[in-house]
């Protein structure tokens, strides 16, 4: 019904900068939040940062200031652009998207990524 692909992970050296993309595609009638999550080895998920639709964003104290979070409503897409990246930032990134479908106009879905791995050396 709804795919997620996930791109722009990798490696990078302390302080070095990444963007990272979320394409939602599928039977899709409206896209309501675009988040982003984390998950480190042995710990939790954890979220990054957020997005509405009418563009309203929020961020996890770890990474205001440092990260950015952007939508293309008009792809479905949305964006996280990490810059100042620091050692504690590696882990998978996982995109996390609310919609509602063409076909189920009245209930809201909720779909994630398959994740990408977010990699900093100090």
């Known amino acids: 019904q709804v795919q997620l692909v996930e791109s722009g992970g990798g490696l990078v050296q302390a302080g070095g900068s990444l963007r990272l993309s979320c394409a939602a595609s599928?039977?899709?009638?409206?896209?309501?939040?675009m988040d982003w999550y984390r998950q480190a080895p042995g710990k939790q998920r954890e979220l990054v940062a957020s997005?509405?639709?009418?563009?309203?964003?929020n961020y996890g104290d770890s990474v205001k200031g440092r990260f950015t979070i952007s939508r293309d409503n008009a792809k479905n897409t949305v964006y996280l652009q990490m810059n100042s990246l620091k050692p504690e930032d590696t882990a998978v990134y996982y995109c996390?998207?609310?919609?509602?479908?063409?076909?189920?106009?009245?209930?809201?879905?909720?779909?994630w990524g398959q994740g990408t791995q977010v990699t900093v050396s100090s």
């Open positions: 997005t509405t639709s009418s563009g309203s964003t």
């Open positions: 996390n998207v609310e919609c509602r479908l063409r076909h189920d106009l009245f209930n809201k879905q909720n779909y």
């Open positions: 599928g039977t899709i009638f409206r896209v309501n939040t």
